[in-house]
Structures are given as C-alpha cells and as structure tokens.
C-alpha cells in the first residue's frame, strides 16, 4: 500500500469509526453567575477539558469525548483560583485545584456517562442527587436514536432543603446534603444490612428529592426511572434554568 493509499485508509477509517462514534457534549451556563466545571474520565479514559475550567453566565463550552468513554460532569460555585490554578471553591470543590484529577466533594449535583463503543450501541446517562445537590443541570440528547429521555433536576432544592441537610454560607443555602452524608447511617447509605435494594427502600430524603426531580437519580437504588440511554447522540449539558 502506497503512503497516499494508506493515509486514505486512515481517513476512511476514522471518518466511518471512531470519530463518528465519539459524542460532543456542549456545556451550558445558564446560572447568573460563573461556575466552574469540573470533569472526570473513568477507566482511564481520556481527560475532558483539562479536568476543570471557568465558565462565565451565559456562555458554552464544546468538549468532544472518544467512543467508550465514562465520566461525570459538575458545577462548583464560589471558588477563586490563583494564578497557578490553585485555591478553593465554596461547592463541588476537587482538591484545591481548577484542574480537578479527582471528584467533587459532597453535596454535588452530577451527570454520569458511559458513551457506547459503537454508533449504534447505546450511551447510558443520569442525573444524580445521590451525592447531594447544589445547582441545578439538565441534559438532552442531540440527534440521536432510541428513547434518549431528558434527565434532569432543574429545581431549586436548595431552597427547599430541610434544616438537617443544608450547608450553609455567609447566611445562604449554597447546598443540600444527602441523607447518606448527612447521617452516615446504612438505611440511608444502603450499605451493610441494607445494602440491596430490597432492604434499602426510599426514605422521606430521597422521596423529596424524587418529587421534585423525578428524572434524577435520588438515591442509590433508584435506577428504574433515573438511567437514560440513547444511540449516536450529542448531548446538551445545561447548569440552571434561564434567570436562576
């Protein structure tokens, strides 16, 4: 095979494979205010957005992500950053770091993917408050095939969040604890005897929380009405609603 030939392979070869199955997620600020997202790549897959990066009000970001790539996505609010890239954020923070190589840390509002292999395999996504929650975020998909459901929790929960959970800033709510943290307790955690979902039932937490997102995962077993999968998708990632 020619060196003209080969590179034409290659073209052909990645135009029809592993390109056409990578998913573009488009990141979205809709909040009135800048947050900083933060990114992290499961099983060793590929770093999306250099793990961490502003986002002033307003505005978007496009990252496009390999096939079989796995990961989550959240916002972190209040944080101030050196020059170095290091300080501290209020919620979601990762270690003191803007580029984050580790998850944020409780209460956080998530989006989980794990993006099919192949164009016509399924991407399975979620929006998770099993972590807590501390801004809202919904995602669409783009262009895809199957069900491709809207997941989502768009709600003020922080303004809504019983006493026991919240954390509290300069007199605000800035964010709404899951009962798990909150209490460490295993009815709430659905650990040791309640680790099944038999013996981990939803408790006045999660079915507040589910009341008022019931396209988000509440808590651990809430799978049925919270997982989402779609087919050669791209996907909206938008962090509150217009004016919030």
Known sequence: MGIASFFCFLLIFFSSGNLA????????????????????????????????FALPSGTSIQLQAPPNWSGRFWARTGCTFDESGNGKCVTGDCGGLLKCTGGGAPPVTLVEFTIAANANDKDFYDVSLVDGYNVGVGVE?????????????????????PAELRVMDSGSTVACKSACAAFNAPEFCCTGDHATPQTCPPTQYSELFKNACPRAYSYAYDDASSTCTCSGSDYLITFCSAGS
């Open 141 to 161: 998909a783009l262009g895809g095939t199957g069900d491709c459901q809207y997941a989502g929790c768009v709600v003020d929960l922080n303004g809504n969040c």
């Open 21 to 52: 199955n990578a998913a573009v997620f488009t990141i979205q600020n809709l909040c009135s205010y800048t947050i900083w997202p933060g990114t992290l790549s499961g099983n060793g897959a590929a770093i999306l957005g250099d793990g961490g």
